[in-house]
């Protein structure tokens, strides 16, 4: 093969397993010289692994990788970055005391007899970020910039070990729409430069809008690849479930499910600036939408309901009866449940087990005599794993290595068995594949056909548009607009109604 035309990665008939359980069968892949090659699939699906082989974090059972034409065998971290090969991790790998700088060059600084050269170090940093056309003083902590310029670190870090191929998580899984809109636009200025790029993402939208091709796989098997050109947004989610996965997108009109009773009303109820004066009601058996722009509020206001943050003034009333939820403590007695935005930081303790994490808010119920009983745990989280089909080798597992969908699963079915009246969902199918997306959804019917109420925020209009019953549009932390579901005729029509939002 010619080392000039030849692809910048050739990934040939990789297979691996774990024990008797097989993730990759002789699977296929390949990235040109400057091209944004995105990867897809559900959970489980093969794509991480495949992604640890090129890193060097996992070794290949089988199968053979070529860099540029020639064959290499990676077979660790440091042999994967020696061939060219960056990560930009989903979850950042900065240490958030050190400058912009020091992180950039960590475990490469530049010396001079023995000792580490800070303004050297300083100075490249320097150099490289006028190469991304990037402004960023690289003199700052890294605790003191926003999320945006975290992942612009990470890429630097990556292109100052020479990477010609970034590999790239969820890259906009933390960032606001302009920071999205600022790493596109850096995004094509490497792409000019020859950098390779694969994008792991589950957002259609994101992939039409930066890839050149797509690879889909499914159950360690390679399923698809293609030019984005020549296919649909729905071929590529059939590629992915193997089905036919719009169902879960239509609306189903669920009004002989829900009544006329008042479950949850607000009162001008005022957090600061962040939420003013908000009045709303909210139906047993409804679901109820809240959409808007960043910043506009949403995750304030269910916030502020849940007792994480304390109102300024105006009122709660759960049945008629008003009530102060000064902790979340005080909102689970009143049976008001809350899956935030931040599964990772704000749902889950990361580094404790399945089991601890599903009883977490159960554990009055889990004691005898007064201390915890290991076996109630135990019992209590094998009927919660069974019911959400969380897919798991044993419930000790630690819940931070699970993958999103399955956390999520956690997240959901911890609060769930808490039996709340009112279930709060912020965002609840970020980061989660095309399948499992589906899942929560229909769960969010489900649940409201049981005659609890839900209050959902989507920043995924179609999702927010096929479970709610009402849609309330909030600007600058007030409701600006309540649409019946009845009266959206389409995406577009919400779309306008957020950006016109006054």
């Not at 890294?142 to 670190?153: D, F, G, I, R």
């Not at 960032?175 to 020859?194: M, N, P, V």
């Amino acid at each position: 093969m010619s080392k000039e035309l030849g692809p910048v990665i050739e990934m040939r008939e990789i297979s691996k397993s774990f024990g008797s359980n097989p993730v990759l069968k002789a699977v296929d892949f390949s990235v040109e010289v400057g091209e944004v090659h995105a990867l897809a699939g559900e959970n489980g699906a093969g794509k991480s692994t495949l992604m640890k082989i090129l890193q060097g974090v996992y070794q290949k059972d089988s199968g053979s990788i070529y860099i540029s034409g020639s064959k290499v065998e990676i077979t660790d971290t440091f042999s994967a970055k020696k061939v060219g090969i960056g990560m930009v991790f989903q979850e950042f790998s900065l240490i958030p005391s050190l400058t912009v700088a020091q992180n950039i060059f960590l475990t490469n600084e530049p010396t001079k007899y023995g000792l580490i050269r800070d303004s050297k170090a300083k100075s490249l940093a320097t150099e490289l970020f006028k190469t991304m056309e990037v402004d960023l003083d690289p003199g700052r902590l890294v605790e003191s910039l926003p999320t945006a310029l975290w992942q612009l670190t990470e890429i630097a870090k990556a292109l100052a070990q020479d990477a010609k191929i970034l590999i790239m998580d969820e890259p906009t899984a933390s960032l606001a729409k302009h920071e999205t809109e600022g790493l596109f636009s850096l995004i094509q200025r490497l792409k000019k430069k020859g950098i390779s790029i694969i994008y792991i993402s589950h957002r259609m939208d994101e992939i039409y809008r930066i890839a050149d091709r797509i690879t889909v796989l499914r159950d360690g098997s390679r399923v698809l690849t293609s030019r984005l050109e020549d296919l649909t947004p729905e071929k590529i989610v059939e590629a992915i479930v193997g089905r036919e996965a719009s169902a879960h997108l239509l609306h189903h009109d669920r009004s002989e499910n829900i009544s006329e009773e008042i479950v949850l009303e607000l009162e001008n109820l005022t957090c600061g600036s962040k939420v003013q004066g908000v009045s709303l009601k909210l139906r047993r058996g409804e679901i109820l939408g809240l959409a808007g722009l960043m910043g506009s509020g949403r995750t304030e206001l269910l916030n502020t309901v849940f007792g994480v943050l304390r109102p300024t003034s105006g009122t709660i009333s759960i049945n008629g009866k008003r009530i102060r939820n000064n902790s979340p403590s005080d909102a689970i007695s009143n049976r008001i449940a809350l899956i935030p935005e931040d599964r990772r930081s704000q749902g889950l303790v990361l580094d404790h087990a399945v089991t601890e994490n599903l009883t977490l808010p159960l554990i009055d119920q889990l004691t005898v005599a007064g201390l915890l009983s290991s076996k109630k745990v135990l019992k209590k989280s094998q009927e919660i794993i069974k019911q959400f089909e969380i897919k798991l080798a044993h419930p000790e597992i630690k819940v931070g290595s699970l993958s999103g969908g399955n956390q999520q699963r956690v997240v959901i079915g911890k609060w769930l068995a808490t039996d709340p009246e009112i279930l709060m969902m912020d965002e609840p199918t970020a980061g989660v594949d095309i399948g499992t997306k589906g899942e929560i959804l229909d769960l969010v019917r489900t649940i409201a056909n049981s005659g609890k109420s839900i209050i959902l925020i989507s920043s995924e209009l179609p999702e927010l548009l096929s479970v709610s019953d009402r849609i309330l549009v909030m600007k600058d932390g007030r409701v600006s607009k309540s649409l019946d579901r009845k009266e959206i005729p389409n995406e577009e029509y919400l779309q306008l109604a957020i950006q016109g939002a006054s």
